[in-house]
């Protein structure tokens, strides 16, 4: 295990990656932003990954998604990556969730929690469990529309520039209606978002559980530049957080 982290531990030592090893970490949405912090969280030598993504590859992943190739069309993505961790640590342990996230998620042992949602209310009632619950969590407030990484940055959602970006400040709004203001690490840009054609689409998902959710879908533009570097962003400031 020393050899496959040797470089990490000229940085940080073994004492950290000793820690990294013993921490749990869970991933909700391994798409563009959630895959690149996953595999990123696995290649820093994290002990134990959860994996929550209901999904499976399409041809429109390929220009940013890390497991989306036109060989894995069709396929699962959380299946897609329990091969490729397993390929990058043997040792790592892993909990596949191929379903949507549901308010009765159990966070027992969980150290940190990263949010790649994509879709308004799970967003929200995931990021007020763990403010609520005391739950480290970091999210991604929207990678799309956008072109250059360079204008990423990590703040509290109380710091965040600009409010009035529409995804930002719908899920601004809702937590400003749950009592939450401040007190949530964020993923944001300075980039203003923009998109050629504004397209939507209804999306229905049925649940492990029997739970039919339909929702409205805005189907954003992407570059392969944005969504990956922001997912390397949470990855790294997780694994700061865990090592002190």
Same mark, same amino acid.
């Given at each position: ?58 041809? @429109? =992943? *390929?220009?940013? !998604? ?7 069309? /069709?396929?699962?993505?959380? $299946?897609?990556? &329990? ?85 930002? @400040? =719908? *899920?601004?709004? !809702? ?7 401040? /007190?949530?690490?964020?993923? $944001?840009?300075? &980039? ?53």
């Amino acid at each position: 295990m020393n050899e496959i982290f040797a470089r990490n531990i000229l940085y940080w030592g073994e004492e950290a990656q000793k820690k990294l090893l013993n921490s749990s970490v869970v991933v909700f949405g391994i798409g563009g932003v959630g895959g690149y912090c996953a595999e990123a969280l696995a290649r820093s030598g994290v002990g134990e990954l959860t994996l929550v993504d209901f999904d499976t590859v399409s041809e @429109s =992943n *390929i220009n940013r !998604q890390i497991v989306a190739l036109d060989s894995t069309i /069709g396929e699962a993505k959380t $299946s897609l990556f &329990e091969t490729r961790l397993k390929d990058i640590n043997p040792n790592i342990k892993l909990r596949l969730i191929n379903d949507f996230y549901t308010e009765d998620f159990d966070f027992t042992g969980v150290d940190f929690v990263c949010d790649a949602i994509d879709t308004m209310r799970s967003k929200i009632n995931l990021l007020v469990k763990c403010y609520k619950n005391n739950i480290p969590v970091i999210s991604s407030m929207g990678a799309g529309n956008r072109i250059n990484p360079e204008m990423l940055y990590v703040s509290d959602i109380s710091e965040i520039h600009d409010k009035k970006a529409p995804f930002v @400040s =719908n *899920i601004l709004y !809702q937590l400003k209606k749950r009592g939450i203001e401040s /007190g949530i690490t964020v993923v $944001s840009s300075d &980039e203003k978002p923009f998109v050629q054609e504004k397209l939507s689409e209804v999306e229905k998902i049925t649940t492990r559980s029997g739970e039919e959710i339909e929702f409205n879908k805005i189907i954003p533009s992407s570059t392969p530049f944005v969504a990956p570097a922001s997912g390397l962003i949470m990855a790294s400031y997780v694994v700061r957080n865990l090592i002190k």
